[in-house]
C-alpha cells in the first residue's frame, strides 16, 4: 500500500483535482484505492458521489480504531467497487490545531487499512494541524502548484514543510514531487514561472504537466471521473493522471 498525500498551502491550486484524477486513472487501472478527504470542505467527498453516512474523518481523528475507520469509509458512486472514501467533514477543522500533539491520529487509524493499493490524502490548504496530521500518515506527498507568482513561492513553504516533518513526526514521509496544475500553452508568465519551477526544483518537477481544460470542471461538477467524460479534452487530463500515477506507484511500497 501506497499512502500518497496531495498538498499545498494554497486553496484553489488544484489538490482535489489532482486527487480527484489520481482517483480516476486508479479505478480505470484496477488499482484499489481510498481517498481520505480531510479537508473540512469536503470537496472531493462530494465529487466521489458520496452519500452521508454515520461516520466521517473527524469521528477517525477524535478517536482513531478499526470502528471509526469502517463507520467513515464510504463507497464512492463511480463505481461498483474498487474506489472508497474516508469521508470530510466540516467537523474536521477542530482538528487543525498547530502543535503536533496528536499528529499522527490518522497514521495510526490507516493501520487498520488494508484492502487497497492506494491511499490517496487531500489535504487542506495550509499548514496547520490537518495538514501535518496528512502528511504523517503519507509514505510520499505530491505539492500541486499553479504556474503563478505567489503559487511558487508557496511551494517552497511547503517542501520546506515536508522537510522538517520528515525529522519530526513524519517518519516514512518524503516528497514525490510538484504537481503543476492549469498550464496554459500560450501564457509568457506562466512559461516564464514554469522555468522558474523547474531551475529552482529540476527533477522534483513531476511532468506532465497538467492542462487547465473546462472538461475537468465539468466532470467534477457531475461526480464522475474524468477516464469516463467524453470528449478529447477529457482524454488528454485522462492521459496526463495515467502517468502522473504511474511515476507515484514506482515509489516503494508498504
Ligand atoms: N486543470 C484544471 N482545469 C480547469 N479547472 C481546474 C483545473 N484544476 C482545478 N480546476 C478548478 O479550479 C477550482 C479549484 O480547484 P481545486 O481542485 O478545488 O483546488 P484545491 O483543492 O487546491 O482548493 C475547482 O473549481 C476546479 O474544478
Ligand atoms: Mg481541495
Redesign the pocket.
Known sequence: MLVLGVC?L???????????GLASAALERGVRTLVVDL?P?G??TMALGVRPIAGDVAGVLDEPGEASVRAATVPSSWADEGLDVLAGSERSALHDRLDDHDVDRLRFALSWVQAYDLVLV?CP?SLGGLTRTGLTACDRAMV?TEPGLFAVMAVGRAMRTIDELRRGPAVSLQPLGIAI???RARSLEQAYRLEELQNLYGPLVLSPF????????QA??AAQPVHAWPGAAAAE?SRTFDQLLDRALRAPRR
Open positions: 499545498s494554497k486553496g484553489g491550486v488544484g489538490k482535489t483535482s489532482v486527487t480527484l479537508d470542505q470537496d472531493a487531500d490548504p500541486v496544475n492549469r498550464v497538467v492542462p487547465e481544460r473546462a472538461a475537468l470542471q467534477q461538477g487530463l
